[in-house]
């Protein structure tokens, strides 16, 4: 059996989707994690701690553990982790992305300036010091602008600002967020339009796009906080081809080859916009509204690519499908979620799941950015796209989170 | 007592689904069957069984758990509706939703000594598993082996870990099949939802 690595980080919402997955097609499985599982000395084999903050370190530590026990594929699942598993397939000469295209998809910065500079339409930006004075900042930029992190997921420290004050006041909560962690941010422009989602998968530098999700509700800001996606997109056919192609020249711009790509595009009167393009698949749980030929999950048609397994299909099953990353209700420690039950009753609803726990403190964004559970749906034949976001918004509806 | 009844499904994948209910359905211990005939005199797991194109394959009750195994990669949307049809069926009836196991008939043909790998396994969890997964403030429970399938519970640090499938299957599974190659398979009856202090906590995106 070929053995698979995978790069599981120890807070990630995708463990149960990727280890079923490798099970279900027979690979053998080793999973690395950036903290040692408390059973690694009982199964060596499957079980390996890597540094993933030194990504090139980890490579090393890969190669040492692949002599005893050969690799056939590495498959990273977040941000981080896709830079360690192009820095493993790299040493290793595995299917993979190299190391320099992944670290520039990681970060915010380095991806603005190649896309950039390869013409692909991209909100203007500039990279600043936290510690630069922000009055003097507020005078430089134009408005709207937003403030972003240049490494921080799920849109956290994200902030939109209108007026030099606003500016300031949003500069300060940044700098809170990112007290001790980073040094820089971006500030770009603010490009108005309505956003879609773009999920798909690199082979040999082609991009299949795999699915095209609405953002129904608009991100306008001051924050970004992530609620429905629904597939298939309403946007028209040619627009559609147009940001297929966006993410494709941004793609090859980054230098990306291998894997699954998630793009967050706009579009406006002047055609699509790349936001944001990252090398690994769709966060939180969202991928469980993807089906694929007769029902093969995102999570196994990536690990059959790595492992060069034959990939029944890159088509998704022709249903509206839809996930709600449920909001952030308010500040508080959570005590009890009531009206699942009702939720999970809604016409289309496919499953309700609280991911927060009795006891844990809930922040919104944007200086929190963990969503306290999600909410899937599922249309039957005949469903639109829109009753598909009827059904999520009337389940979340239902939802009463009790907080302390 | 049906009006009260709350059922929460937990999909492990499009195969396997736990199904919390807000009541037992089984106080004495857990029951696993693995084909329809197996689940005669059990009306819940015989109705689960029948569902139609349901494709089960695998049904096991503890407590207030129902686990439904089902062999076709159909999301659980059509099939999971029809197993609280059958829940609640089987709770209102007032009957014994499973029938307490027999004990095999004297002088039926050998088969996997159940007994004597629960007494392995427990031995196996107290000596090794539990005092690994207790430095994460976790542990395992044995609640049964039947069938030489290792029916277990996560307590601690690793009921609702966002780890726990790499515990189950990474650790305790590879350390079943190298100590006791015997046992068959290994189900999870936990119910993770309701974790309050898991040591890995799913939180990026």
Redesign the interface.
Do not use: M
């Given at each position: 059996m070929p053995r698979l690595l995978l790069l599981?980080?120890?807070?990630?919402?995708r463990?149960?989707?990727f280890?079923?997955?490798a099970?279900?097609i027979g690979a053998e499985?080793t999973?690395a994690?950036e903290?040692p599982?408390?059973?690694e000395?009982?199964?060596p084999a499957?079980?390996l701690t890597l540094d993933f903050q030194h990504p090139e370190r980890a490579a090393v530590e890969a190669e040492t553990f692949a002599r005893e026990y050969p690799i056939d594929a590495v498959v990273g699942v977040?941000?981080d982790s896709a830079v360690v598993a192009a820095a493993v397939a790299e040493r290793l000469r595995l299917k993979g992305n190299p190391l320099a295209a992944a670290v520039a998809a990681r970060d915010k910065h380095r991806q603005r300036q190649l896309l950039a500079a390869a013409q692909v339409p991209v909100p203007g930006s500039a990279l600043h010091r936290l510690d630069t004075d922000p009055l003097e900042l507020a005078k430089q930029v134009v408005y709207p602008c937003v403030l972003k992190p240049l490494r921080l997921?799920?849109s956290r420290g994200v902030i939109r600002a209108d007026s030099p004050t606003a500016f300031v006041a949003a500069h300060a909560r940044l700098s809170s967020i990112l007290a001790g962690c980073d040094t820089e941010f971006l500030v770009e422009d603010f490009v108005p339009g309505y956003e879609v989602a773009l999920e798909g998968l690199l082979v040999n530098r082609r991009l299949h796009v795999l699915a095209l999700f609405d953002k129904p509700d608009p991100l306008d800001g001051p924050f970004f906080e992530e609620t429905i996606y629904v597939t298939p997109s309403q946007v028209p056919a040619g627009l559609q081809t147009a940001i297929a192609q966006c993410a494709e020249r941004a793609s090859r711009a980054l230098g990306l080859m291998e894997g699954p790509v998630h793009a967050e595009l706009r579009y406006n009167e002047r055609g699509p916009w790349l936001i944001e393009l990252a090398a690994r698949p769709i966060?939180?749980r969202c991928s469980?509204v993807l089906?694929f030929g007769?029902?093969?999950?995102l999570e196994e048609l990536i690990l059959r690519h790595a492992l060069g397994m034959p990939i029944p299909s890159l088509v998704r099953e022709a249903v509206a499908a839809g996930v709600m990353m449920i909001p952030i209700p308010g500040a508080g420690v959570l005590r009890e979620v009531r009206g699942?039950?009702e939720s999970?009753a809604v016409p289309l609803i496919?499953?309700v799941?609280?991911?927060a726990?009795?006891?844990?403190r809930l922040v919104p964004f944007p200086e929190g950015?963990?969503y306290p559970g999600f909410i899937f749906a599922?249309g039957g034949r005949g469903a639109t796209p829109g009753a598909v976001e009827a059904a999520l918004r009337d389940a979340h509806r239902r939802l009463t989170f009790v907080l302390e | 007592m049906d009006q009260e009844l709350r059922i929460t499904a937990e999909p492990v994948d499009n195969h396997r689904c736990k199904f919390v209910v807000s009541q037992p359905l089984h106080a004495a211990g857990v029951r696993r069957f693995a084909s329809a005939a197996e689940a005669k005199g059990s009306p819940l797991a015989e109705a689960i069984f029948a569902i139609p194109a349901g494709g089960v394959t695998e049904v096991i009750v503890s407590g207030n758990i129902v686990t439904v195994v089902k062999d076709n990669p159909a999301p659980w949307q059509m099939v999971g509706k029809a197993v609280g049809v059958a829940i609640r069926a089987a709770a209102a009836s007032g009957a014994p939703p499973v029938a307490t196991k027999t004990a095999p008939p004297a002088g039926a043909p050998a088969t996997v000594d159940d007994d004597a790998l629960y007494e392995r396994v427990a031995r196996l969890f107290d000596e090794q598993v539990n005092p690994m997964v207790a430095r994460h403030g976790g542990r395992v429970e044995l609640i049964d082996v039947q069938d030489a399938v290792v029916m277990l519970r996560m307590g601690g640090g690793c009921q609702g870990c966002g780890m726990a499938d790499v515990t189950l299957r990474q650790g305790i599974e590879g350390m079943l099949s190298q100590h006791i190659p015997e046992v068959r398979g290994i189900v999870d009856i936990t119910d993770h939802t309701s974790g309050a202090n898991p040591y890995f906590q799913a939180s990026k995106k």
């Open positions: 599981l980080p120890s807070t990630t919402y463990t149960t989707a280890v079923e997955a099970r279900r499985l999973v994690s903290r599982s408390t059973l000395a009982a199964n499957g079980l977040d941000d997921s799920a966060g939180g469980a089906r007769e029902g093969v999950s699942v039950v999970k496919e499953d799941q609280i991911t726990h009795p006891g844990e950015s963990r599922r | -």
